[in-house]
């Protein structure tokens, strides 16, 4: 299954204009973010506020991530405090796919926020989670909180970034993008040995692990004739003709 190290900012002393600390609402986008994350088989490790960006590029590098993915909101340089408005996506130039995730992430963007012309995808070399990563790393500036508009819009779409967010990364991933749904348990049914869990709904995709006939299964979600089951802490893709509903 695709892993992606998930970094919201540990800046907590970055004050929006209208209330809270980037801290704050970074990570509270990252709450909105993991139930798509896992609604589509996409597996996360994420940092703890306690955590800085040093600290927090140091345990991405002690992983094996495909994705290393920083969530962040811009302040304007000093002079221009509150006038200035826009997202922007950072990635390494040289990596083609941190580019291509940049700007599918751009795009998405661009769809729900009421300036898409001030939406873009940059190269950047001074950004430290942009350049120290050994994972592509991909770095969403999600607009300018000390600028009232929009401070205000990244407080009332978090829910809306998140989706565009996800679906970025199904994009990225080859995955389905799935919305969330509730849980539910079922059970391996086989008439051989185990069922193999695999990283996409294709049946010659990576096995990540196997499960024997009559093992218990958390379904978290399905599509076509797939189910996204959890099972032993690992999440991946079951064929849905081989697990029974209970």
């Known amino acids: 299954m695709p892993s992606i190290y998930l970094s919201p900012s540990t800046q907590e002393k970055n004050y929006y204009v209208n209330g809270g600390t980037e801290e704050e609402w970074m990570n509270r986008l990252a709450d909105a973010l ?36 920083a ?31 940049a700007h599918l992430m751009a795009d998405n963007f661009k769809e729900i926020y009421p300036l898409p012309n001030d939406v873009r995808a940059e190269p950047s070399t001074t950004i430290g989670e942009v350049r120290q990563p050994r994972a592509v790393s991909v770095f969403l500036e999600l607009g300018y909180h000390d600028n009232v508009d929009d401070a205000t819009w990244i407080k009332n779409n978090l829910d809306a970034s998140a989706r565009a967010i996800a679906l970025t990364l199904t994009e990225y991933f080859g995955l389905p993008f799935l919305t969330p749904r509730a849980y539910r348990s079922a059970v391996v049914d086989v008439d051989w040995g185990s069922l193999n869990i695999r990283d996409k709904p294709d049946t ?12 218990s299964l958390t379904v978290i979600n399905q599509y076509q004739g797939w189910y996204v089951v959890k099972y032993n802490g690992i999440v991946g893709w079951a064929n849905a003709d081989f697990v029974t509903l209970v």
């Not at 088989?41 to 495909?66: C, L």
């Open 204 to 215: 010659g995709s990576y096995v990540v692990t196997r499960a024997p006939d009559g093992a």
């Open 34 to 69: 993991e139930p798509y994350l896992t609604a589509s088989g996409i597996r996360f490790t994420r940092n703890t506020p306690q955590m800085t960006a040093a600290s927090s590029i140091r345990a991405s590098n002690a992983g094996n991530y495909d994705m290393h993915l």
């Open 71 to 101: 969530l962040h909101s811009n302040a304007a340089p000093e002079g221009l405090y509150g006038q200035k408005r826009g997202i922007l996506v950072f990635y390494y130039p040289g990596s083609s796919q941190g580019q291509w995730c």
